[in-house]
């Protein structure tokens, strides 16, 4: 199935209506306004943080974080923010280690300096529910959990949130995410398209993934060539590796509980080459050494559970478990005793991982979407080289001609990375020098690459 059915659409549609019905008469994010969270700097821009039920019934609901535009927020688009996993924190990666206003540093949060609130309205959302202080008080919602779920919760979530803020309702809407995300944004899009046909209700003005997942075998079996390319493994190695037994092939066995003799010694050899103390996520990037065997699995079975940074990550989950946090934050843990970056009590379909979602963006295209996926360069979890034959396939298969022809783009005076456009509606990007987690490793550029692909321009030229 490469994409979602109108029966997930008419119930999606049911739900929608459900709250449509609702009568606004003021705002109701005033509850949810945070006055001033513990540690933080004076600002000038509002925050709010706090619940949506996407099911009335189970008691399922979302936690969101939004940071509204430092300067005249209301004339700046709005921008929903996706983490992948799948399973992992959008508030505890993208909000607090990559693009919000803050970043936890001991007791305090210092500044964000290229926080992309500084272009647009950022709102993160915990999902699937089970993720960070998502819950259900009824725990089979944890068990399941599929693309198909996640998608409609999400759409139920952004409508009631419009609720919530519905001075938000007829802004410019831009979906942004990274990794696992190349599932979750594109098929939320999907939905969304296919509900406006019913009536548009979504301002849906364009997509921009970051080192996401779009189909399976490339994206994993990239990972080979930038190790051997890296100097991270030996030609030897290589040649098992993409002859005996293949990445994608290795996790295809892995998560359905049998992994063959051959594919085990290929992925121990793998392992010890590129050894754990390296940062899959960022091959350029020191670890942490004390946390390097407590870090988190996301994408990925057991041989490369590394993440990028895990001091960072420390720093937030210390951050956010502290009482005072939670309260200001309008935030209660449910069936957990501690908040987590990455959920470990959902039961996500990691086979749903196989199902390309390429195939959406070709159709988002179609609608009139506008698409940017950008890549880290030193990222081998999901390589530019996949993302890159991907979105050049894709181009082809569309009948989309190069308008801009793959350059330099610059940030300042120095290269910010790669780029090419086709049919002015379909871009790549690489940034140079950043890591899974672009925005984290390199600041500057991501805000760059943000800033010029909500105004709809290429990306900057040298001076």
């Known amino acids: 199935m490469h994409s979602l ?64 535009a430092e300067i005249d927020p209301a004339s700046k688009p709005l921008v929903l923010w996706l983490n992948g996993g799948p399973g992992c924190s959008s508030i505890g990666v993208g909000a607090f280690s990559e693009n919000g206003p803050f970043r936890p540093s001991g007791e305090i949060l210092v500044r964000n300096e ?13 999902t699937p529910i089970g993720v960070g202080f998502s819950y259900s008080t009824d725990t089979s919602s944890y068990e399941a959990v599929d693309d198909m ?42 939905l969304m398209i296919q509900f406006n046909k019913k009536g548009k209700f979504f301002n849906l003005k364009g997509i921009a993934l970051g080192n996401p997942v779009l189909e399976f075998s490339t994206d994993f079996n990239s990972r080979a060539q930038f190790f051997w390319s890296h100097g991270l493994i030996s030609d030897s190695t290589y040649r098992i590796f993409t ?72 720093e937030t989950v210390n951050y956010l478990n502290r009482q005072d946090v939670q309260k200001a934050l309008h935030a209660r843990l449910v069936g957990v005793n501690r908040w987590d970056v990455c959920s470990n009590i959902l039961d996500y379909e990691v086979l749903n991982l196989e199902i390309p979602t390429i ?42 001609k190069t308008t801009v022809p793959y350059r330099v783009w610059f940030e300042g005076k120095q290269v910010g990375g790669w780029t090419q456009v086709y049919g002015n509606i379909l871009s790549f990007a690489t940034i140079r020098g950043a890591s899974h987690e672009a925005p984290f490793s390199q600041p500057e550029r991501s805000l760059v690459l943000f800033k010029t692909f909500l105004e709809g321009r290429p990306l900057p030229e040298a001076l």
Not at 6 to 34: F, Q, R
Not at 114 to 125: D, K, Q, V
């Open 5 to 68: 059915s109108w029966k997930t659409v008419g119930i999606a549609i049911v739900l929608i209506k459900l709250c449509l019905s609702m009568v606004v008469v003021t705002s109701l994010s005033l509850p949810d306004k945070i006055s001033k969270l513990p540690g933080q700097p004076q600002v000038s821009f509002q925050q709010f943080s706090g619940y949506v039920t996407v099911d009335d019934k189970k008691q399922r609901a979302l936690f969101y974080y939004f940071a509204e």
């Open 114 to 126: 290229y926080s992309w609130n500084r272009e647009a309205n950022m709102l993160y959302l915990e």
């Open 149 to 190: 779920v996640t998608a409609i919760d999400n759409l139920v979530f952004l409508q009631r949130w419009f609720v919530k803020f519905p001075e938000y309702v007829h802004r410019d809407l831009f979906i942004t995410g990274e990794s696992y995300a190349g599932h979750y944004v594109p098929q939320l899009a999907e």
């Open 243 to 314: 002859s005996a037994c293949n990445y994608s092939q290795f996790v295809s066995e892995y998560y359905r509980g049998s992994v063959s003799p051959i594919c085990s010694r290929v992925m121990s050899q793998v392992s010890k080459e590129t050894s754990r103390f390296v940062d899959k996520y960022d091959v350029t990037l020191d670890v942490c050494i004390p946390s390097v065997l407590s870090q988190s699995k996301v994408l990925s079975p057991h041989q490369v559970t590394e993440r990028i940074d895990v001091c960072v990550e420390d």
């Open 359 to 400: 195939p959406i963006l070709g159709s988002l295209i179609k609608g009139g979407i506008p698409i940017l996926v950008y890549s880290g360069d030193q990222d081998s979890v999901i390589p530019l080289t996949g993302s890159r034959t991907l979105i050049h396939g894709l181009a082809e298969k569309l009948g989309l």
